[in-house]
């Protein structure tokens, strides 16, 4: 009788475990390496491109006011995050948007959260619309008037909407 209940608990585990994996998006492995800087928050790794998960920079070609002055932002965001990773090895946590079906990531160089530097920095928002993992950053970086907060900007979500 016993052996009867392992026999069918053991076939009930198995049922649920193809009904969990059947309900997880597709995976991608996580990517270290030396990364190619392709925009302010995206990163290319060993040949997959990722978007830093919870973040949206300037696009390249978005123009921002300082100073009353008209500046390239996309490119200053993007020689932004090429600092925080010259010369280092980058690890990224890939996370599929199961939606788009693209690949975003919570990388880290040096021990440090590229996304949460970037934010720190000014160069990059937190992007409420996927997560609020980096909003108090965002609040202290508006405070302090770094990067994109010491002039006017529109943010990349509406720059590229127009």
Request: glycine fraction near 8%.
């Amino acid at each position: 009788m016993l052996i009867f209940f392992m026999n069918r608990i053991s076939q009930i585990c198995a049922v649920v475990a193809l009904v969990v994996l059947s309900h997880i998006g597709p995976t991608r492995a996580d990517a270290v390496g030396t990364p190619v800087v392709v925009s302010g928050d995206v990163l290319e790794i060993a040949g997959q491109r990722v978007q830093l998960y919870g973040v949206d920079a300037p696009e390249l070609d978005q123009t921002c006011i300082a100073d009353r002055r008209r500046f390239n932002c996309g490119y200053i965001a993007k020689t932004a995050l090429m600092d925080l990773v010259a010369g280092t090895e980058v690890s990224c946590k890939i996370i599929i948007d199961k939606r788009t079906d693209a690949a975003q990531a919570i990388c880290t160089a040096g021990g440090f959260d590229l996304g949460s530097n970037m934010v720190h920095t000014g160069w990059a928002l937190a992007d409420r619309r996927l997560s609020e993992k980096y909003v108090e950053v965002e609040d202290k970086a508006r405070k302090a008037s770094r990067g994109l907060w010491r002039g006017q900007f529109i943010p990349p979500w509406e720059w590229r909407a127009r």
